[in-house]
């Protein structure tokens, strides 16, 4: 075996005047015995050549009966081989009907019939014999490079298909298929980004071989290096690429990226089998990524520039890679304070491509802090930039850090909570020109990002950057304008109210209809069944007693409620009624609901408790345990950010300031949301008596 891999290799050398037609190279697997899938003739111990038994006689007999309709599958006997050869005219017909321009060679190529290829190879050299060696040669290669209707060679079809047999034997008939294109794209920037290591070496050595360099260009200007960092595996082929052609990293596409461009946007931790978060961002030092081949081939490529003006640095941030962005400042420090065309650092890409984590890296990492403030070309930080976002967690992680500057000013004299402001404004939830906002307003709404934003950064002690009440901004239009486009505005404003209005109509009445039939209908535990009973047989068997009292309270306060809330939200759904009654009656409304939905859950636990306690206590006290969950619902989001405003109220103003705040906060959302508890159950607790 390894004779034959040293004749092999010695048959694939090409000389100066091109490939020896006298010798075909032989590849180890064709000696192996096979069957023709499409005669099922066998051959072994190598190819049959030359044809026993005058074959040439039986072929030419063929030829006279060449139907265009030929089958190409699994033909790989020489005989069959033979078939094909001369029913398409010596390889010189174009390509079969219906096979999209493919010739013999690309069929074989993708289906990896090696013995196919060798075969018409050697039909073709055959028939040649006599004539010039540059008339054999020029014979081969047009055969071997014609092109189907993708643009694609043979070539490409094998690299395609992963076959390096056939690679290398298409490239000893002709090496100049390894600069033939299709679509911009070379046959080793195919290998390469298929992640094809063999057939890329094959590629580069039948190019040694015959003297003849390779293409590694690809589509859009670029190159095979660009293709080989992107791959999700280690840098082994990056080191390969970059020992053949160094000069492939300087190498940009047409948007003016170069290989390090792609290299920072690919996920370096998915290049590892395993990953150990507590390590963190060091164990990468002894580690071959790409980003550090790149860069410990050429430092400069770190400071390098695309058409949009983005350095490497920014594109790892703008594709969230906190490990590239380490590997980049461990490297070239000063990729710190790089900044592109509009004067942004790599900080403030992560900000308004919303990369969480990179933010996270930044603000916890003590050596980014000489960016936390930098001002683009508008003047606007980071800070800014996150307000702008409306991302609460990107936003608190900076506010947490007490290196950033709450307080500077953009190019428009504006701070970080004049643009929570504006943004503020913008949704039209609160009453315009108030001052002070209703306590009630804080509750409803303290889930919107806006509003936190903007009471976040007053507690944290923000300041504005111009009077607001003496501000006299010139008007850019004209009065007619101005009032055309304020009554668009506020006929948005009512058409938006309307919708949430008849929202929340439908469940309040829904509530009160529920409770009606609750109060009216069968009541729990059913009625007295003789005149014994205090009350008569008409009388509520369950009556007297606290549980029965509490439910029948907080059936009536549901119902009140609800009732309450759907009369108010006529007036909140009336066009006549001016804008800031409907708001007030709307908002007033929607806490009525939000009790009403308490109240009816109370009454459902407590009835459910009094049929259930005599027979199945444990069953009452669990249903009586998880009724509450329904309201708890509700403050799913509020809870987070409550738990994001206390979190930056810690840092920013103490533990003692934090908890005195916590504390007030719960306390006033146990008065205005449980409020009903406290009439349901003391009002019943005077009633209690014993069921006579």
Known sequence: MADDDAAYEAQLGVGPDGPDPAVVPIHPSLRDPDSCRNCGRREGNGPVWPLPGGGHALLLRLEMVAPRELILEGRSCVTCVGEVYYKTRHLRDEALAGSGGDTPFHHAARTGNLRMVYYLIKFLLEDLEGAAHDVRVRALKKAVGRRNDRDETALHTAVGAGDNAIVELLMWAHPELGQMKCMDTSPIYLAVSLGFDD????????????????????????????????????????????????????????????????????????RLQKWHPIIGYTWWRDIPFPVTQLLRHDLSLAYQRDNAGLFPVHVAAMTHQCLSIAILLFRCPSCLCLRDNQGRTFLHVAVQRNAVRVVKFVCRTPEFAPILNVQDNNGNTALHLAVDGQNLEMFGHLLRNKEVHLSLRNNESKTALDQAKIR???????????????????????????????????IAGAQHGRLWWTATPTPTTTLVEREKQKADDLEKESAKMGDSTRTLGIASVLIA????????????????????????????????????????????????????????????????????????????????????????????????????????????????????????????????????????????????????????????????????FAIIFLWAAPSTRKHG
């Open 513 to 676: 209809s529920v409770s009606f039939a609750a109060a009216l209908a069968r009541l729990p535990g059913g009625y007295g069944a003789n005149s014994n009973h205090a009350g008569g047989p008409d009388t509520a068997s369950l009556s007297g007693s606290w549980r029965f009292d509490a439910f029948m309270v907080a059936d009536a306060l549901a119902f009140i409620c609800a009732s309450a809330a759907t009369v108010g939200l006529m007036y909140s759904g009336m066009p006549m009624v001016i804008l800031s009654f409907r708001r007030k009656h709307f908002i007033a409304c929607l806490h009525l609901v939000w009790t009403s939905v308490t109240c009816l859950v109370a009454a459902f636990a407590l009835g459910v408790y009094m049929v259930l306690a005599p027979v199945a206590p444990a069953a009452a006290i669990t249903i009586f345990a998880i009724c509450p969950l329904v309201v708890i619902c509700r403050y799913v989001q509020q809870l987070y950010t409550t738990y994001f405003v206390f979190r930056v109220m810690w840092a920013t103003k103490g533990f003692r300031t934090w908890v005195i705040s916590a504390v007030f906060h719960i306390l006033i959302i146990l008065l205005f949301e449980f409020w009903p």
């Open 424 to 458: 503020r404004g913008r949704k039209g939830l609160f009453f315009k020109g108030a001052n002070h906002w209703l306590l009630i307003e804080e509750v409803m709404f303290l889930q919107n990002p806006d509003y936190v934003i903007y009471e976040t950064l007053k």
């Open 199 to 270: 057939v890329a070496e094959a590629l580069r050595d039948a190019s040694q071989r015959s003297a003849i360099a390779l293409s590694y260009s690809g589509p859009n200007g670029q190159n095979a290096l660009h293709a080989a960092v992107v791959l999700l595996r280690m840098g082994g082929m990056t080191r390969m690429i970059l020992g053949w052609n160094n000069l492939l990293a300087q190498g940009k596409d047409g948007n003016g990226r170069t290989p390090l461009h792609f290299a920072v946007s690919v996920d370096q931790r998915s």
